[in-house]
């Protein structure tokens, strides 16, 4: 059994993880509620707000006309250094939705968020920001800005100016995240999913990551498998034969992490679509528990395990990968 001891503020921030009344009810996800294709996107474009969730030069470069620009970043914390306490974690309730409001979204009209391939998944953390925040009408572009231009979209290079609106939130809705306390009381329990590449997994640092490896007992799924070719997402007979077949069940208690939480989100999100209602994201990720010195981590192929005792816890064709993976 793991035990953590540390200050009241972490007990308390502990117990509040823990109570899964802190979470709203939300309705189950499904391929037509969570993704949308390009045609569909075009003939509806006038009723929608679009949020680019790519790197800003990318933006700049090129964009579904009206599209507010709001990066990985935007709805985080990354002040200091990749694995400080609470680098890379979605910000408090209320600053979060103030970021929202800022965007022109007021939580009432329907979201479309993209991406592209050679991202990192960045409109999934869009989406899974939107979700917890207690907006359920929001969708991903299937097959992201390239679909747009395959599909005849238009093109502005004109920066969408947002006029700020009111927006609040209640309490996280879902129970989409979890925090390092959470699961390092929680290892052995739940199951807990690696969204890296396998050098990454198996020890590999690329994004300042204060050690390499993975989480004890995680298993590695790379976020981007659940790709078609056309970087479309799988449909969802064959997303749970890849899940199944690497032992996980809709029933389970899921956590997924990455670098910062942005592929795994993206993760998150296929997954519950898939009907893993149970599917987390570990939002401060690789980047928090391998920062926490007193945190095991694992190197190698193999899973490995937690030790057992005490652990004391702190507080068609893509263009390439750009800046905007950075940390991911």
């Not at 005849?152 to 700020?164: C, D, E, L, N, W």
Request: glycine share 12%; aromatic share 10%.
């Amino acid at each position: 059994m793991i035990t953590l001891r540390k200050t009241p503020l972490l007990a308390l921030a502990l117990l509040l993880c823990l109570a899964p009344a802190a979470f709203g009810a939300e309705a189950a996800l499904s391929k037509t509620t969570l993704f949308v294709d390009a045609p569909w996107v075009k003939e509806n474009a006038s009723k929608l707000i679009f949020v680019d969730a790519r790197a800003s030069s990318l933006y700049a470069k090129g964009h579904i006309p009206g599209a507010v620009n709001a990066e990985w970043t935007y709805f985080a914390n990354v002040k200091g250094q990749p694995g400080n306490p609470g680098w890379g974690e979605i910000f408090p309730q209320d600053t979060l939705a103030k970021k929202i409001g800022a965007l022109g979204i007021n939580g009432k009209q329907p979201i479309v968020v993209y991406g592209d391939c050679g991202g990192w998944g960045q409109e999934g953390w869009a989406a899974w920001v939107f979700r917890l925040s207690g907006i359920d009408n929001v969708r991903i572009l299937d097959g992201g800005y390239h679909a747009w231009l395959a599909a005849g979209g238009k093109v502005s290079t004109t920066a969408a100016k947002p006029k700020a609106v009111a927006f609040s939130i209640k309490a996280f809705q879902g129970g989409y995240k979890v925090t390092t306390p959470w699961l390092a009381s929680k290892l052995g329990e739940v199951k807990v999913v690696d969204a890296r590449t396998p050098f990454e997994y198996e020890g590999g640092r690329i994004f300042q990551e204060r050690r390499g490896g993975h989480i004890p007992g995680a298993i590695n799924i790379p976020w981007d498998v659940v790709f078609k070719p056309d970087m479309t997402v799988r449909d969802i007979a064959d997303l749970n034969a890849l899940f199944s077949s690497h032992g996980l069940s809709p029933d389970d208690e899921i956590t997924v992490y990455d670098t910062a939480g942005v592929r795994a989100a993206y993760m998150v999100m296929v997954m519950r679509m898939a009907g893993y209602d149970k599917a987390r994201n570990y939002d401060s990720s690789f980047h928090e528990w391998a920062g926490t010195p007193d945190l095991e981590v694992v190197e190698g192929k193999a899973p490995g395990g937690p030790r057992k005792g005490e652990i004391t816890v702190e507080g068609p064709p893509c263009q390439e990968a750009t800046a905007e993976g950075q940390n991911s």
